[in-house]
């Protein structure tokens, strides 16, 4: 009987584990995105839209995107989309246009005012041997209203 015992015993502990250490997945962190180069405050990693007057300009630069306007009812021209370059105060996008003409973008972060809206970033545009100059910030534009879409409203912050 006691061999039956013994051997009893030793058939339940081997159920017990493998002698391996097991871990304990529930509390490990999860991930946090890596943000995409700022500029002035704005990701440049989510639509940013530029616009100049005088004469009239848009551009709307976002991933993968970068379309052009020149005139209020035309319609975008899409450039070659490529990441900016950062260089201290500034991003540069050298680009083309589909005909390969020369294409630089180049925003500032430094504050600037169009209208009545102070946009966070300065833009300025050559495209050949012309230089247009403007105002950039986060947010998308509507092509088919001819304007910039409405930036979304921060929500309120919760009462504790």
Known sequence: MRPLLTMGLALALAGCG?????????????????????????????????????????????PG???????????????YPISPKLEGDTARFETQTPDA?????????????????TLPLGAEVRIGSRTLKGCAGPGAYDWAARKPSPSPTPSPAKAK
């Open 18 to 62: 493998g002698g391996e250490e097991v871990a304990n997945n529930s509390a490990a962190p999860t991930p946090t995105p890596t943000p995409g180069p700022m500029l002035g405050g704005v990701d440049l990693d989510k639509p940013i839209r530029a616009t100049g007057s005088a004469p009239y300009w848009a551009i709307y630069i976002a």
């Open 65 to 79: 995107t970068i379309a052009f306007a020149d005139a209020p009812a035309a319609s975008p021209t899409d450039f």
């Open 101 to 117: 003409e020369a294409v630089t973008i180049t925003l500032i972060a430094k504050a600037c005012t169009a209208g009545k809206e």
